[in-house]
């Protein structure tokens, strides 16, 4: 079951409508309406399989693993390797507008036919499939939060204190050029780890151990 899949069960204008972005169209002719519903729907679907996928984890680590799978690189990815870029007409084409027209064909799709919707969300968005290692870099994971919105976090040393053969480092994150967060280290490295890891916590994402849970749940 593939995003494809959802594509051809559309019937006109509605098809149409769900390929267009708000940049060519009128508002109301365009997808930001089904963007909106199929953001909802992917989000909430995703939870109830992370949720199931983690019995052991509280809320903030739920969140952060959602949040990885719903990405929207990999969004766009995945609208990439199903051709589904080369169907969308927008005035450009970047990775916010493919992640959004594959959300806007979910939420199309879901109007149509719910089930299949959730079958495809269960088939592509595999929380077994997370590598937790990728998502111990606070670095990374930071700067891939952030592009997804045009944005890159940049960093700065604001303090160095103590003796010269252990010295405390503490530096900020920004993002747009506001200040997000700060954190402490004895290098600059690991300073600059801990104010990514503070950025993410203030959104909500935090680092989860992977526990491999067969998950069951009805549409």
Do not use: C
């Not at 929380?127 to 976090?153: M, N």
């Amino acid at each position: 079951m593939t995003i494809k899949d959802l594509i051809t069960i559309l019937p006109e204008p509605l098809r149409q409508r769900s390929l267009t972005h708000p940049s060519v169209a009128d508002p109301y002719e365009s997808n930001g309406r089904l963007e909106f519903l199929g953001d909802s729907i992917l989000n909430t679907r995703v939870a109830e399989l992370v949720f199931h996928s983690y019995p052991e984890l509280l809320e903030g680590d739920l969140t952060r693993i959602r949040a990885h799978l719903v990405r929207k690189t990999f969004l766009a990815a995945v609208g990439r390797d199903e051709g589904v870029e080369e169907l969308i007409e927008s005035s450009i084409i970047n990775d916010s507008v493919i992640a959004d027209t594959v959300e806007a064909i979910i939420g199309a799709a879901y109007l149509i036919d719910r089930d299949l919707v959730f079958r495809t969300i269960d088939h592509i968005f595999n929380p077994s499939e997370v590598d937790t290692d990728e998502l111990r870099d606070w670095k990374t994971l930071l700067q891939e939060t952030l592009q997804a919105d045009g944005l890159r976090p940049t960093y700065r040393v604001l303090s160095k204190q103590g003796p010269a053969h252990r010295p405390s480092f503490t530096s900020t994150v920004s993002a747009d050029g506001r200040e997000v967060a700060t954190g402490e280290g004895y290098s600059i490295k690991e300073s600059e780890q801990s104010a990514a890891r503070a950025a993410l916590e203030i959104l909500g994402i935090r680092p989860v151990p992977r526990s491999p849970v067969e998950v069951h749940i009805g549409a």
